[in-house]
C-alpha cells in the first residue's frame, strides 16, 4: 500500500489508534525478545502499527508483515488476522496451517478489537518467527494478546464516553469486556460488544436509551425517589465529614431544611 493510502487509514482511526500505542508498546515488551512481531490492524486487515526488533525485520517483511500490509482472508487465505476479522474470535494459526506457502514457518496469534459502537475495529497480532514455537507457547502468548485487546477496547469504550459512568456488569468470560456508560440519570448511553450481548441490545450502532436499572435487574419502585435523595444526602455528608452545615450548603438547601430531611430519611 502507498505510504499516502497508509497514512489515511492511520488517520482514520483516530483515537483507536492512539488509545492502542502503549499497549502494543507493552505487549511487545513481553514477547519481543522472543523472535515475535506485534501489529495491529483495521477492520480490513490492513496493517497500522507494528513492533519487532531490527533482527527480525526482515524476516518479517519476507513474509509480508509490515505497515500498509493487507491481511484479509479474502487476499491471502488463511492466517491469523484474517481468519480472526471473518469469524470475529479469538484465533491461533500455527504454521502449516497458513494458507500460503511463504508463511507456513511461523505462528500466529490473533484477538478482534471492538469499537465504541460495537463494530469491529481491527485485529491485535503476534506473530513467531520461531520454528521450534511449540503449541503450548501459542496458547500463552494468545492469552496475553486476548488481554491486551480487551484492554484496548475498555480504553477506547471508555474515551467515547467521557462523561459517563462507566458500570463493570458481571463477566461470563475472563477475556470479554462487559461495560456500560451511563449518564448522571442512570441512562444507559453505551455498550460494549460483549455487554450488547448479554443484556441483548442491538449488535452495533447507537444504544437505544434505558434506565441502567431496566437492565441490571434493579427496579426502584414506588421508593426510587426517596432512595436517590437518601444517597445524596449520604454523599453530601461524607463528603463534609458530618458536617451538617457544609453538607447543607454542597445540597444548595438551608440547614433547618437538611435537618428534617435526615430525620424523614431516617439518617442519624
Known sequence: MEDSLLHQRRTQAGDFLQIATPKLDQLFGLVG????????????????????????RNTFRDWGLYQGTNWSE????TNGI????????NVIIHQGEHFLARNVGMSCMDAPIYGPEGRLA????????????????????????????????????????????????????????VLLAVDQDDIVLGATR?????????????????PAS??????????????AERA???RALARAKGNVS???????????????????????
Open 33 to 56: 525478545q522472543s523472535g515475535c512481531t506485534v501489529l495491529l490492524t483495521d477492520a480490513d486487515g490492513v496493517v497500522l502499527d507494528q513492533r519487532c526488533t531490527d533482527a527480525d
Open 74 to 77: 479474502a487476499t491471502v487465505g
Open 82 to 89: 484474517g481468519t480472526c476479522l471473518a469469524e470475529e474470535r
Open 122 to 177: 481491527g485485529a491485535l497480532d503476534v506473530s513467531s518467527a520461531r520454528s521450534d514455537q511449540t503449541e503450548a507457547f501459542n496458547r500463552l502468548i494468545g492469552a496475553m494478546v486476548a488481554q491486551t485487546a480487551r484492554q484496548i477496547e475498555i480504553d477506547t469504550f471508555r474515551a467515547a464516553f467521557p462523561e459517563a459512568r462507566i458500570i463493570v456488569a458481571d463477566q461470563a468470560t475472563s477475556d470479554a469486556a
Open 194 to 210: 460483549a455487554a450488547r450481548k448479554v443484556f441483548g441490545l442491538g449488535a452495533r450502532g447507537p444504544v437505544t436509551p434505558l
Open 214 to 227: 431496566d437492565l441490571l435487574g434493579q427496579e426502584d419502585g414506588p421508593t426510587g425517589f426517596e432512595k
Open 232 to 234: 445524596a444526602v449520604v
Open 246 to 268: 457544609e453538607a447543607a450548603r454542597d445540597l444548595g438547601i438551608g440547614r433547618a431544611t437538611l435537618y428534617r430531611r435526615l430525620k424523614r430519611l431516617g439518617i442519624d
